[in-house]
C-alpha cells in the first residue's frame, strides 16, 4: 500500500526565531515539529510555507502530489495569494483532505470552502481548556479518552460562524466560560476536512499526545480512499428513451 | 406590521425582446413577471437587472434595504461583477435571504455561499417533471401537495456538487431517468438560502401554481425575523473570573 | 387568529408538598408555575400530571386538542404507562409539537423518538451553568442574548447519546469542566421537538426570564403550522403511464 | 486481522419453497444466497431466519459475536418477538452495524431505532428503477457508477418517513414517476446503520453486481473499528474543582 502523501504548511512567521515563545516551543517551526511528531510508515510528509516560494511552496504540481493538506496561518492571512488559495480550495473539491488548525478557521482556504465569515470570539488569557469528544465511535477519535486537558490555550469560544458541520467530533470548555465547537467535519465536492483547534504558537499544544493522535487520525480519515473522476458541469443523454 | 422589502434580480438576456421564446412567455422580463405574480400586501417588492446601472441594480443602498433577494442568472453569470457578488454574500451573512432560482445554481453569489463547484448534469429535452415535496410539514410547502409536475423542464440531475443542505424539501423526477435535489435550505452566516431548479426561460414554469406557491412561502421564511447583531472576530473578556 | 393549545405535563412529585426545596421554589407545581409564567394571549394552556388519572392526563381527547406539549419527568421515568408513552409518540408523528425539559431526556417519549438511550453524565453539585446561543437567527432564540449564567443547576455533559440534532441551539459550560448539547431541534414524523436542559426541581431555573423566553419561543416555533395528513404505508398507482 | 462476524437475517417465507417466484431466485432462501454471493475472506458469516429457534436465530450470544446484522423482512414483522427486536437494538446502541434491506424499513428493530413511522408509498407493478450514487466520495459507494439500473423491482416511494439522514447515499428513479432516498446512513449510540431499499423477493435484485457491491462495502463501512465503551447514564465527579 503506498503511504499517504501529506503537505504540512506553515505561515512560519512566529516561529521562525529561537528569540520568540514560538520559536522555543517548535525550533525550525510548527511544521517541521509535526513532521516528526506524524511521521509514520504509511505517511509521506513534506513541508511548505509562506515565503518558500512565489506559490508560498504550494505549486500546481505539489496539490496534485498531496492527498491530505495540513495548514496553520495567523497573522498574515492577508499575504495568502488569493491563486494559491483559490489552486487549494480546486484540490479539495478532486479529493484532497483537508485540515485547517487553529487560526486557520479565517485562513482564505477555508473561509472559501466554508462561505462563512467563520468569525468567533477568542481571548488570549491562558485560559484552562478541555476538549469533550463528542463522537465516540469516529475514526477521527479512536484511541481518543472520552476528555482530556490542555493546561493552557487561546480561548476559542462561541458563536463560531460556520455552516452547520456534517459532525461535530469535539466540544471545547474553556477556564473562563466559553465553549467552543472546536473539532468539525465536512465534506466539499469530493474532498473531507476537518477544522480542529488547538496549537496556538505560545502553548505546547502540538506536543500534546492526544491532540497528536487526533491530528494522525484525521490524516487517514481525510485521505481520498481511491482516485475519483471530479463532476463537472455536463450535458448528459436521457437513460430512458422516450 | 411592516411589508418585506422583496428585491427580484434578473440576468435578462434571453426574455429581453418579444422574439425570443422566454420573451413571449414572459413580457418585460421574467422579474416583472414575478414581481406581478407573487404580489401580496405583505411584500414590497422591487426589480433590477444585469444591465441596470453598474452595481446591477444591487448598490449597497438597496441591498441594505432588501429584507429577501431572488435571483435568476443562467448565460451571463461571468458577467456579474466580483464585488457586487460579494456585496450580495455579505448581506445574506448579516441577515438578508437569498432565493437562487434554475440555473442560479452556478451564479456566483450561490457558489461563494457553497463553497462548492455546485455543477450537475443538464439536458435541454423538453423532460416532463415530477417535484415531490418529501417535508410536508416545513413552511415552504403549505398548501403544496404531495407532488406536482411541469410538462416540459431542463432537467437538471445528480450528481449535483452542493454541501449537505439543512434541509431537504423538494426531489424532483425526470422522464429521461434522472433524479435531483430540487429544493434545498442552507443558513450561510445569519441568512437563510432556498435553492429552488424549476425556472428555464423557455417553459412556462413560473406561471405554475404550485411553484409560484413555493416562492411564496420562501420569501415568507427566508426573510429575517428581526434586525440581529452581526458577530465580528471579537475579542472577549472572561465571564467566569479565575 | 386561534391560540395555540398546550399542555404542560409534570410528573409532580418532587415538587407535591411545601416541605420539599421544590416544593417551595414552585409552590402548586412545577406545571402550575409555568402555567402561569408562560401566560399568554396567543396561548391556551392546560396542565396535566402522573397521578391526575389512569392517562396520567393525556387521554387521546386531551392529546387530539394539544399542539404543544411540554414535559417535565425526572425520577418516575417507569411510572409512566407504555400505552401513554407510545400515544404521545403517535401524536408527535400526526405533528403535535413536543418540548422535554430537564430530565426528560430519559422520559419514555423522548427515548422513543430518538431511538437511542439518550443518556448522559450529570452530577448534583451546584454548578454555575453558562448557555451558549450559537444559532442566534432561530425563532428559538429570538431576544436571547448570545450567553446567560444560571447561578446554579445540575451538571448535564457530554456525551449525551443522542442522534445528530436537525439543529444545535444552545451548548451548557458547567463549573465543573462539562459541556453539554442542551438546546436540540429534531423532527420526528410531522413533529417537532425541542429538548432543553435547565430545569432541575431544587434550583429556580423556571423563574429565570431567559430560560422562560426560551420555552415560550419553543412553543410558537414547535406549533403545527396547519392540520397535515399524516402519511401512512400507502399503495400508490403509477403517475407516469407506460 | 480477524475477519468481521456477519450475520444475515431472513424472514424466510416466502422464499421458503421451489414453487413461489423468490424460491426459484433464491434456492435456500436469501440469506443462504446473500451468504454465498457476499463470500470474501475478510468476511465470516452465518445466517438466521424467523422459525429458527425461539430467538429467530439471534440470541443474545449470537448478537455479541456479530459485527455486522443485515436483515430482510417483509410479510412477518409483526411475528418478531419484542425481546429479540429490543435485543438487536441494544447490539446497535453498543456498536453493532446494522443494515436493514428493502421492505425492512417497516421492522421492528429499524423503527425502533428511527422513531419515526418509516412509512412510504408503494407498488408492485415492474417499475424499471434507476440508482443515483449521490455521495460518490463515501466508502459504500467505492467502485459504484453514477448510476445504475434495476430493470423490474418494487417502487418505494415518497414520502419515507424518517428522520433527516446523516448521509445521503442513493436516490432511486422509478418508471411510474416517483423518486426515494433508498440509500441512507444513520448512526444511533455507537452503532452505524444504513439502510437500502432494493431487495424485492420476486426480482433478482440481489443478484445485481452493484447492489452485492453496496451491500458488500456498507458491510466494512458500518463494523465497529474497535471495542468501545458504551456509555450509560453515570454520575461525574468535577474535572475542574471549584
Known amino acids: 500500500m503506498k503511504p499517504l502523501r501529506v503537505t504540512i504548511w506553515n505561515e512560519y512567521l512566529a516561529d521562525r526565531t529561537k528569540r520568540t515563545r514560538a520559536g522555543k516551543?517548535?525550533?525550525?517551526?510548527?511544521?517541521?515539529?509535526?513532521?516528526?511528531?506524524?511521521?509514520?510508515?504509511?505517511?509521506?510528509?513534506?513541508?511548505?510555507?509562506?515565503?518558500?516560494?512565489?506559490?508560498?511552496?504550494?505549486s500546481d504540481r505539489v496539490l496534485k502530489e498531496t492527498d491530505v493538506l495540513l495548514w496553520w496561518g495567523h497573522g498574515a492571512h492577508g499575504m495568502v495569494r488569493d491563486k494559491v488559495a483559490d489552486r487549494v480550495v480546486a484540490r479539495v473539491h478532486e479529493g484532497m483532505g483537508f485540515i485547517p488548525l487553529h487560526s486557520s478557521h479565517m485562513a482564505k482556504p477555508f473561509r472559501r470552502l466554508m462561505g462563512t465569515p467563520c468569525t468567533l470570539r477568542w481571548r488570549e488569557n491562558d485560559d484552562k481548556c478541555v476538549l469533550w469528544n463528542v463522537n465516540p465511535n469516529h475514526p477521527i477519535t479512536q484511541g481518543v479518552p472520552l476528555?482530556?486537558?490542555?493546561?493552557?490555550?487561546?480561548?476559542?469560544?462561541?458563536?463560531?460562524?460556520?455552516?452547520?458541520?456534517?459532525?461535530?467530533?469535539?466540544?471545547?470548555?474553556?477556564?473562563?466560560?466559553?465553549?467552543?465547537?472546536?473539532?468539525?467535519?465536512?465534506?466539499?465536492?469530493?474532498?473531507?476536512?476537518?477544522?480542529?483547534?488547538?496549537?496556538?504558537?505560545?502553548?505546547?499544544?502540538?506536543?500534546?499526545?492526544?491532540?497528536?493522535?487526533?491530528?494522525?487520525?484525521?490524516?487517514?480519515?481525510?485521505?481520498?480512499?481511491?482516485?475519483?473522476?471530479?463532476?463537472?458541469?455536463?450535458?448528459?443523454?436521457?437513460?430512458?428513451?422516450?
Chains 1, 2, 3, 4 share one sequence.
Open 25 to 58: 516551543l517548535y525550533p525550525g517551526g510548527m511544521h517541521e515539529h509535526l513532521k516528526q511528531a506524524l511521521a509514520a510508515p504509511d505517511l509521506d510528509i513534506r513541508t511548505a510555507w509562506l515565503g518558500k516560494d512565489i506559490n508560498h511552496g504550494l
Open 147 to 242: 476528555h482530556f486537558a490542555l493546561e493552557k490555550e487561546e480561548m476559542y469560544g462561541e458563536r463560531f460562524d460556520i455552516p452547520q458541520p456534517d459532525e461535530l467530533i469535539f466540544l471545547s470548555w474553556f477556564e473562563g466560560g466559553n465553549v467552543f465547537r472546536g473539532g468539525c467535519t465536512f465534506t466539499r465536492g469530493a474532498g473531507r476536512i476537518f477544522y480542529f483547534h488547538p496549537g496556538h504558537e505560545t502553548h505546547p499544544s502540538f506536543h500534546d499526545e492526544n491532540v497528536l493522535r487526533v491530528i494522525g487520525n484525521a490524516i487517514r480519515w481525510a485521505a481520498p480512499p481511491e482516485p475519483r473522476d471530479f463532476m463537472p458541469n455536463a450535458v448528459m443523454k436521457p437513460i430512458i428513451e422516450k
